[in-house]
């Protein structure tokens, strides 16, 4: 893989970034061809959901620096916030001081779930199906004959008991299913539909819900990054400082899930980034990302920040995170397979190891900018652009009007449009 270090890589035109790229991961005439014009065809579109009437882009960039388990690795995001890729190329970079991300995975299994209504007896129902285990699991690998050909499967059986719902006491089994690189929704969903005709039979009950669940708290992505102090430095902070302050604003979120909330969304805008641009369900990562924030029962940061004992600030990071390189709108989307390949990743597990490598740096990036500066003085001067455009401001006169918002502090629409008429009118 070409080394992601691309000094000065913002600093360039599009055209020149995408000229540096096609070199670096020798992109294809039709692949760049993909990248100008979006990748994807109404004909393709109106294949893909209901009711198509035309096609939504938003901005595929490029994050920069970042060394993942040793390798590098050219980070392809789909955001349309500002701020968010650089951050992320900003974090990348101060990681490599101390040998980049070190990222690894669970198993990918993900979990079925049965529902088991009208059940007279419920522990002895569960004792019967535990008894049943290896029909149970061997009828639910039959489901998907390519799946256990590549080494898939149905590999354990939970039975858990709900002793009072809304619905009166039911059964719910887990079925927990190797999906190896898909993200395993239809196989999962196709074998809890084959297997529920037995579990009736076995329990005497009612099924009724069969499906997957997002909390996919069996297929785990970890992250971490070690930080020398003298790396935090910048415009009058000592390095120290930076590094006790991240760790203080870390704390905050560990104990407060208001801010918990937020302080996970900043991890999620990286993590989001990289799952659309390769074509995955991010809305199913947000959901086990939040669900597993709250597994104690209270809900709280899924990263966190200390100092060791050289005095780095050290960084973790630990979510579910079901992302796929086969199946689906993975293989569907042109942009999708090119950015699997300018990520040069093979497996799903190689795909979540960058991933959450990503959110890391995301969260420190959004950290730092909270508590030196503030988040407003980096990210509302990126945010200028967009208000100058949404101002009706083109060309040359789009830097101009930011440069003047951002100089005025006053990065409001309404002033934007007084700014491109008194341009305007300086011109005429």
Not at 285 to 302: C, K, P, Q
Request: glycine fraction near 8%.
């Amino acid at each position: 893989m070409p080394n992601s270090r691309l000094p000065g890589f913002y600093r360039k035109s599009w055209q020149e970034r995408l000229a540096l790229l096609a070199e670096r991961v020798r992109l294809t005439p039709e692949e760049m061809e993909a990248l100008r014009l979006g990748g994807l065809n109404l004909e393709s579109a109106d294949r893909m959901i209901e009711n198509v009437v035309g096609l939504y882009s938003l901005p595929l960039g490029i994050a920069v620096n970042f060394l993942v388990n040793g390798r590098e690795v050219l980070v392809p995001m789909v955001v349309e916030e500002p701020s968010v890729v650089a951050g992320a190329s900003f974090m990348a970079r101060l990681a490599r001081e101390g040998g980049g991300f070190i990222a690894s995975t669970s198993a990918s299994e993900m979990i079925g779930q049965v529902q088991i209504l009208e059940v007279s007896d419920l522990p002895s129902a569960r004792l019967a199906l535990l008894e049943q285990r290896e029909r149970i699991l061997a009828e639910a690998t039959a489901a998907d004959p390519l799946l256990a050909q590549i080494g898939g499967g149905a590999r354990d059986l939970e039975v858990r008991l709900v002793p009072a719902s809304p619905a009166g006491p039911f059964l719910v089994v887990h079925l927990v299913i190797d999906t190896r690189d898909a993200m395993g929704a239809n196989a999962v969903n196709g074998a809890c539909e084959a297997i529920a005709p037995t579990l009736e039979e076995i329990t005497g009950g009612r099924v009724l819900l069969r499906t997957l669940s997002n909390l996919a708290d069996r297929r785990l992505a970890r992250a971490r990054c070690s930080i020398p102090s003298r790396a935090l430095s910048f415009a009058g902070y000592s390095g120290d400082t930076v590094r006790d302050r991240i760790v203080e604003a870390y704390a905050f979120a560990a104990v407060d899930p208001y801010r918990a909330a937020t302080h996970n969304k900043g991890i999620l805008n990286g993590v989001d980034a990289v799952a659309i641009a390769t074509g995955n369900d991010w809305r199913a990562v947000e959901a086990g990302a939040h669900a597993y924030a709250a597994r104690s029962g209270r809900y709280t940061s899924l990263s966190s920040w200390g100092r060791d004992a050289k005095g780095n600030l050290v960084g973790t990071l630990e979510m579910p995170l079901a992302v796929a390189t086969v199946g689906g709108f993975t293989r569907v989307h042109p942009l999708a397979r090119l950015a699997l390949k300018i990520l040069d990743v093979q497996t799903a597990r190689e795909l979540a190891e960058v991933v959450v490598s990503v959110g890391l740096a995301q969260n420190l990036a959004a950290l730092r900018a909270l508590a030196t500066e503030g988040i407003q003085r980096g990210h509302m001067t990126l945010h200028a652009r967009q208000i100058a455009l949404a101002a009706g401001a083109s060309g040359d006169q789009v830097e101009r009007v930011a440069a003047q918002l951002v100089r005025e502090q006053a990065i409001r629409l309404d002033r934007a449009q007084v700014i491109l008429k008194e341009f305007g009118a300086a011109r005429g």
